[in-house]
């Protein structure tokens, strides 16, 4: 999963006079208190850490707190949820407008319905709330699922995360693992054929029906029978001088 990273750092930790009888649990205590927090100085949230003492001398800082520092150096294991990046979490709550999951069991990420809806339609089975692809009626998303999202923006403040299903790699984690390779060949194909027809529309919209093309797209025993030149037959020839001169019809091709 993308976000995650571990730093090597050279840190001094500053502790109180009576802190020195265990200076080990003290700097353990410190680290600790920054755990699941944003930090700047790291460039992100500290999950984990390993730290070991460079030496036993201390620097003594005067002042009318006095104290000392100690050198040390640190494995830290960061988390930082960049744009665009591709994350992971549990599903523990969704409603028609939006899916809400846990990501490393501290941060969460709400996926609205704008982020969601050209691939997925909410749904009530037994009582139970889910949401299903468009395409593949096995691909869904209900409570307890891990699903794998993209990363849209991240508030370092209260590490909440707004996310995407919108592009094809993402979805049930379980599903994508198992099925992404076989349903890849279905999307592409359909996509393609939707573009193309899309595409003919735009040159000539009130002699193209649509639906009539995706009619015969669902109706092909082999999607790969239909060929690109079944569909630019439908296409309208255009004359400079006289405007549109003549449409062509669709034949249907039969073996």
């Given at each position: 999963?993308?976000?995650?990273?571990?730093?090597?750092?050279?840190?001094?930790?500053?502790?109180q006079?009576?802190?020195?009888?265990?200076?080990?649990?003290?700097?353990?205590?410190?680290?600790?208190?920054?755990?699941?927090?944003?930090?700047?100085?790291?460039?992100?949230?500290?999950?984990?850490?390993?730290a070991?003492?460079?030496?036993?001398?201390?620097?003594?800082?005067?002042?009318?707190?006095?104290?000392f520092?100690?050198?040390?150096?640190?494995?830290?294991?960061?988390?930082?949820?960049?744009?665009?990046?591709?994350?992971?979490?549990?599903?523990?709550?969704?409603?028609p407008?939006?899916?809400?999951?846990?990501?490393?069991?501290?941060?969460?990420?709400?996926?609205?319905?704008?982020?969601?809806?050209?691939?997925?339609?909410?749904?009530?089975?037994?009582?139970?709330?889910?949401?299903?692809?468009?395409?593949?009626?096995?691909?869904?998303?209900?409570?307890g699922t891990?699903?794998?999202?993209?990363?849209?923006?991240?508030?370092?403040?209260?590490?909440?995360?707004?996310?995407?299903?919108?592009?094809?790699?993402?979805?049930?984690?379980?599903?994508?693992?198992?099925?992404?390779?076989?349903?890849?060949?279905?999307?592409?194909?359909?996509?393609?054929?939707?573009?193309?027809?899309?595409?003919?529309?735009?040159?000539?919209?009130?002699g193209?029906?649509?639906?009539?093309?995706?009619?015969?797209?669902?109706?092909?025993?082999?999607?790969?029978?239909?060929?690109?030149?079944d569909?630019?037959?439908?296409?309208t020839?255009y004359?400079?001088?006289?405007?549109?001169?003549?449409?062509?019809?669709?034949?249907?091709?039969?073996?």
């Amino acid at each position: 999963m993308e976000g995650l990273k571990v730093s090597e750092a050279e840190l001094m930790v500053y502790l109180q006079p009576s802190k020195s009888i265990n200076v080990s649990n003290a700097i353990f205590d410190e680290l600790t208190s920054m755990l699941f927090k944003f930090n700047e100085t790291f460039d992100g949230v500290l999950l984990a850490y390993s730290a070991t003492t460079n030496d036993e001398l201390a620097k003594i800082l005067p002042g009318l707190h006095p104290c000392f520092g100690v050198r040390i150096k640190a494995q830290l294991l960061l988390f930082h949820p960049k744009p665009s990046m591709i994350l992971e979490g549990k599903v523990v709550k969704l409603g028609p407008q939006s899916i809400h999951v846990v990501v490393l069991g501290f941060s969460s990420a709400t996926i609205t319905e704008e982020d969601m809806s050209e691939r997925f339609d909410y749904k009530v089975k037994h009582g139970k709330e889910l949401f299903a692809s468009k395409l593949n009626k096995r691909h869904k998303i209900e409570v307890g699922t891990v699903v794998r999202f993209v990363v849209n923006s991240f508030d370092e403040e209260i590490l909440h995360m707004s996310g995407s299903l919108l592009p094809a790699h993402t979805g049930n984690v379980n599903w994508l693992d198992k099925y992404a390779n076989e349903d890849l060949v279905e999307r592409f194909a359909f996509s393609f054929y939707f573009r193309e027809a899309k595409h003919i529309i735009c040159i000539h919209p009130c002699g193209v029906n649509l639906y009539s093309i995706l009619l015969v797209f669902s109706n092909s025993k082999k999607r790969s029978d239909l060929q690109m030149t079944d569909h630019r037959e439908l296409i309208t020839t255009y004359d400079d001088d006289d405007g549109i001169k003549k449409s062509k019809k669709h034949k249907s091709r039969r073996s």
